[in-house]
């Protein structure tokens, strides 16, 4: 199991930036992949961006393309969503996840290990 935590999130204007991020704790000499997930208050939680173990391949939700940015740092066991040009729609509270394949964090499928999640406000 891997213990994720996320930081980074707040209140931003539209328009503006934030970053954030997931350190990964545990049993991370196993490779695995990332992603980033959010849910908004009433709603389901929906996919925004997965990265797999060695960062070569990312896959991005529509609504996000362009605007975030997936990464991660091995060595620091942190993976990392960058949010530009972020719209009162964005706000969620976002939470990261990780599963060995690639293919399950896509397709936000359990069992994965979850964070505890991060709220995001974007003004309008």
């Known amino acids: 199991q891997v213990q994720l935590v996320e930081s980074g999130g707040g209140l931003v204007q539209a328009g503006g930036s934030l970053r954030l991020s997931c350190a990964a704790s545990?049993?991370?000499?196993?490779?695995?992949?990332m992603g980033w997930f959010r849910q908004a208050p009433g709603k389901e939680r929906e996919f925004v961006a997965a990265?797999?173990?060695?960062?070569?391949?990312?896959y991005y939700a529509d609504s996000v393309k362009g605007r975030f940015t997936i990464s991660r740092d091995n060595a620091k066991n942190t993976v990392y969503l960058q949010m530009t040009s972020l719209k009162p729609e964005d706000t969620c509270v976002y939470y990261c996840a990780a599963n060995r394949f690639f293919s399950q964090v896509v397709a936000g499928k359990d069992p994965m290990d979850w964070g505890q999640g991060t709220q995001v406000t974007v003004s309008s």
């Open positions: 545990g049993r991370t000499g196993s490779s695995y992949a």
């Open positions: 990265i797999n173990w060695s960062g070569d391949r990312t």
